[in-house]
């Protein structure tokens, strides 16, 4: 389906692609006949990465730390000759606890990796992207950024910030043709939901299988979504089917009414 959009031979940068959501829509471009180069921290991702989409170029970088970030947008000029799509994918789960319990080091971890790290990369990619094709910065928020998040403050107010850097900055590059929207997932099935499910249920004293249900109880649809459904959605958002889509927040939650 996706071959008949406009994304064959887009130059696209995904980072932390190496494993998570991430890698699943570096799948999706690759199959939508995308150029691609991913980033992540861990070699190990991306040695296994390299061996099943051999096309798709990969760097080790840190999208908190500038030189990192630098660097890459060298590779992105090297390997892909231009930019035409930004996926801002990276961000961590940041600590689980009440407010008075979370430590400084941990506030700033996250916010530098989840709104540091997408702002580091757009100061990069714009400028690239007013030489490239239909282009457009793809921001992964999160349902935590438009409803709040009891234990999770420092996760929800960078992911409220990435809502807020998506927003301005579809005014501000709007006249350049560039579009910049957030996808805002609910819960997505996986290892990272599970390790989160884990650390809530030891901060409040619950077994884990009463945190799982509520957080598939907390969706209309009674589900988490899957990495799958939110790849749909990057793709979508890149092609030329959203070409008048822009400033938005792209929910992907199964109607999720509050968070668990
Ligand atoms: N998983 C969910 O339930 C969920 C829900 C809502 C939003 N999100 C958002 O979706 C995005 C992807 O989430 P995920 O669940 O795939 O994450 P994940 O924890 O599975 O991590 C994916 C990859 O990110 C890499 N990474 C971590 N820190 C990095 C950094 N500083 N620089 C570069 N790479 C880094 C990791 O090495 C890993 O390979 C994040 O922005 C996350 O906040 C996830």
């Known amino acids: 389906?996706?071959?008949?959009?406009?994304?064959?031979?887009?130059?696209?940068?995904?980072?932390?692609?190496?494993?998570?959501?991430?890698?699943?829509?570096?799948?999706?471009?690759?199959?939508a006949g995308s150029k691609i180069l991913v980033c992540d921290i861990q070699p190990e991702s991306l040695a296994r990465l390299a061996?099943?989409?051999p096309d798709v170029h990969s760097c080790l970088a840190d999208v908190s730390r500038e030189k990192d970030v630098a660097s890459m947008f060298e590779l992105v000029d090297q390997r892909l000759g231009g930019l035409d799509v930004l996926v801002n994918n990276a961000g961590i789960a940041g600590p689980t606890g009440g407010v008075e319990?979370?430590?400084?080091?941990?506030?700033?971890?996250?916010?530098?990796?989840?709104?540091t790290g997408q702002f580091l990369c757009i100061r990069q990619a714009v400028p690239r992207l007013r030489q490239g094709r239909a282009p457009s910065i793809i921001n992964l928020a999160s349902a935590a950024g438009h409803l709040g998040m009891a234990g999770r403050a420092p996760y929800s107010a960078s992911k409220w910030g990435v809502v807020g850097l998506t927003k301005t900055l579809a005014i501000e590059l709007g006249r350049d043709g560039i579009r910049v929207n957030a996808i805002l997932p609910g819960a997505v099935d996986g290892p990272r939901i599970?390790?989160?499910?884990?650390?809530?249920?030891?901060?409040?004293g619950k077994p884990e299988e009463e945190i799982t249900r509520a957080y598939t109880d907390q969706a209309v649809l009674g589900r988490m979504v899957t990495a799958r459904d939110i790849a749909n959605m990057v793709l979508f958002a890149a092609s030329d089917l959203a070409a008048n889509v822009t400033g938005q927040e792209l929910v992907v939650d199964g109607h999720t009414q509050s968070l668990n």
């Open 1 to 31: 389906m996706w071959n008949q959009t406009s994304l064959a031979g887009k130059r696209v940068l995904v980072t932390a692609g190496g494993d998570g959501i991430g890698l699943e829509i570096a799948h999706a471009f690759a199959g």
């Open 51 to 53: 061996k099943d989409l």
């Open 101 to 115: 319990t979370l430590s400084l080091a941990d506030w700033e971890r996250t916010l530098a990796v989840n709104l």
């Open 194 to 204: 599970r390790s989160v499910i884990a650390a809530k249920a030891k901060a409040l």
